[in-house]
Nanobody
């Protein structure tokens, strides 16, 4: 089992950058998990933002963040990072880190086994 804790959210202006971090802990090996970042805005369903494979060699992004957001991981430090640039008001949401006990990146929330509590990102126009 793994516990996930997000940090780094906040209130920024459109065009600004933010760096979200997710720290994993527990009696497990971090590198066995495919990791993902999701977000959920008020009144909307949780949606996939980015995912990264176990080794970090493969990544996947939703179309609306492609080129603005980068996901990375450090298996030695048990962390996954989401670097977000050129933020837009529509990026406002609670951002969640998630871990899936599977090979291969998946965009489906139900495929992820563990979730953090989320961190709020608010982008003002």
């Amino acid at each position: 089992q793994v516990q996930l804790a997000e940090s780094g959210g906040g209130l920024v202006q459109a065009g600004d950058s933010l760096r979200l971090s997710c720290a994993a802990s527990g009696r497990t090996t971090f590198s066995i998990y495919t990791m993902g970042w999701f977000r959920q805005a008020p009144g909307k369903e949780r949606e996939f933002v980015a995912g990264i494979s176990r080794s970090g060699g493969s990544t996947d992004y939703r179309d609306s963040v492609q080129g603005r957001i980068t996901i990375s991981r450090d298996n030695a430090k048990n962390t996954v990072t989401l670097r977000m640039n050129s933020l837009r008001p529509e990026d406002t949401a609670v951002y969640y880190c998630a871990a899936a006990m599977r090979a291969g990146i998946t965009r489906r929330p139900r495929d992820y086994d563990y979730w953090g509590r989320g961190t709020q990102v608010t982008v003002s126009s």
